[in-house]
Nanobody, 125 residues
Framework: QPQLVESGGGLVQPGGSLRLSCTSS????????VGWFRQAPGQEREGLSC????????NVVDSVKGRFTASRDSANNTVYLQMNSLKPEDTAIYYC??????????????????WGKGTLVAVSS
């Protein structure tokens, strides 16, 4: 099964920043749209961002717009999620996923074909 791998999670104080990475040894991520998602305990999965394949646009949901930014590093086959001004309610497992493009309903996970196993982000003092 082809895989995506997330990293960069951890414990951070409120107001702090983290940068999550999504990479793959099976895919050249430039050729795919990559989405970021999270799931907090007892809550449904939430879509955060989708970055189109190389040269395309980036979408960020309103709930994290201005604090979260997605970007690509083609040389390292990596997609990042930069998270600033973190809040306790951002605590969740964060996942990346890939698909052929960012569908209008990407936030639901629609159109994403392969998923990583997630990385835990905990925001607490």
């Amino acid at each position: 099964q082809p895989q995506l791998v997330e990293s960069g999670g951890g414990l951070v104080q409120p107001g702090g920043s983290l940068r999550l990475s999504c990479t793959s040894s099976d895919f050249t991520l430039d050729y795919y749209a990559v989405g970021w998602f999270r799931q907090a305990p007892g809550q449904e999965r939430e879509g955060l961002s989708c970055i189109e394949n190389s040269g395309g646009s980036t979408n960020v949901v309103d709930s994290v717009k201005g604090r979260f930014t997605a970007s690509r590093d083609s040389a390292n086959n990596t997609v990042y999620l930069q998270m600033n001004s973190l809040k306790p309610e951002d605590t969740a497992i964060y996942y990346c996923a890939q698909g052929p493009w960012c569908t209008d309903d990407y936030a639901s996970g629609y159109g994403m074909d392969y998923w990583g196993k997630g990385t835990l982000v905990a925001v607490s003092s």
